[in-house]
């Protein structure tokens, strides 16, 4: 079983939303500080928001600042991302992983978001 597995992820015109889940297993809890990744074709992977350990405080990369919102469910341990207007460069690959640092067994397979008209 999958330390992190997330979904959500899909196809969606400039402008539109999506809303990505990181569902954590018994072995990872989203009550630690957690993070969504991205990685672009040709680019390195970046964290573009994180949410603190044990608190509601958040932040983000300037690039999605505005636009993203990161939270989590403790009852059901499963991290969010809430995408609005995306934009192309939106485009990547999207992980969950504990932040600021990561672990190397937490990385998955990930979800694809695809923004293009």
């Known amino acids: 079983q999958a330390l992190l597995t997330e979904s959500g992820g899909g196809w969606v015109q400039p402008g539109g939303s999506l809303r990505l889940a990181c569902s954590a297993s018994?072995?990872?809890?989203?009550?630690?500080?957690m993070g969504w990744y991205r990685q672009a074709p040709g680019k390195q992977r970046e964290l573009v928001a994180r949410i603190l350990s044990g608190r509601p405080e958040t932040s983000y990369a300037d690039s999605v600042k505005g636009r993203f919102t990161i939270s989590r469910d403790i009852a059901s341990n499963t991290l969010y991302l809430q995408m609005n207007n995306l934009k192309p460069e939106d485009t990547a690959v999207y992980y969950c992983n504990p932040a600021p640092t990561p672990r190397s067994t937490c990385w998955g397979q990930g979800t694809q978001v695809a923004v293009s008209s």
């Open positions: 018994k072995r990872v809890s989203v009550i630690s500080g």
